[in-house]
């Protein structure tokens, strides 16, 4: 089930674990066919294919399918969710026919400590976030900052958990610091780029009416939003 937002508001253990490893309908159909015959090392035939992919053969499988794709993932840290696949294809597919080089993937989903520690790069690096983010969460993005100087001092697993704290109060508020937190949000790798592939990678995701671009400069990705969802946080 993709998540939307129509979707009843779950608890961040939830949230994850409903994102976590989930495959899409495509690649549900195609596991299916692939794994029929699959054997557990014990001999038992696996479960149907209801819900999460947890076993390792069948992660195995997943991947398998994915290296197939004209994308790839950053690294397996990068979770994306079964509403994000079409759009990405549909860059990924375009991009590729006109450079024959895949896009990389190098954010998806993220929890609010993920969130962290994406801010916590960008104040590290200077970038100024009441520019980048909306008016309409300053509130909730200056606790967030808050959390991050008051705790510096005392090393960075402990800013990290305040300041995902703070952005986890704001999401149980029903304030969003990021539509990367709702899965409405997906990042592109463009430092390896040239000029003449960014201006293919914007027309990519400019052929689909529902994405929104912002190319951000720290880090430098293509920061890709689904625009027909509802979320708090623009980037």
């Known amino acids: 089930m993709c998540l939307s937002p129509d979707s009843p508001r779950r608890s961040w253990e939830k949230l994850w674990d409903d994102v976590l490893m989930k495959p899409t309908e495509s690649e549900f159909q195609t596991l299916q066919n692939r794994l029929e015959a699959c054997k557990t090392d014990e001999g038992k035939e696996l479960g149907p294919l209801e819900g999460h992919v947890r076993d390792e053969k069948l992660k195995d499988a997943v991947d398998q399918l994915r290296k197939d794709k004209n994308y790839e993932l950053k690294n397996n840290t990068v979770i994306l969710t079964p509403n994000m696949i079409p759009a990405i294809e549909g860059i990924a597919d375009y991009f590729y026919s006109k450079t024959k080089k895949k896009i990389v993937i190098t954010d998806g989903v993220r929890t609010p400590l993920a969130h962290a520690k994406a801010l916590y790069t960008k104040l590290q690096k200077g970038d100024d976030l009441f520019k980048l983010y909306s008016w309409r969460i300053h509130k909730e993005l200056k606790a967030v900052v808050k959390a991050y100087n008051d705790n510096l001092s005392k090393g960075r697993d402990t800013t990290l958990s305040e ?71 623009d980037t």
Do not use: C, W
């Open 163 to 233: 300041m995902a704290k703070e952005i986890k109060a704001a999401a149980d508020k029903g304030v969003y610091l990021t539509k990367h937190l709702r899965a409405n949000a997906f990042d592109i790798r463009d430092k390896d780029l040239s000029p003449a592939q960014k201006k293919i990678l914007k027309e990519a995701i400019a052929k689909n009416s529902n994405l929104k671009l912002i190319i951000e400069k720290v880090p430098p990705h293509h920061h890709v939003q689904m625009i027909n969802v509802s979320s708090d946080g």
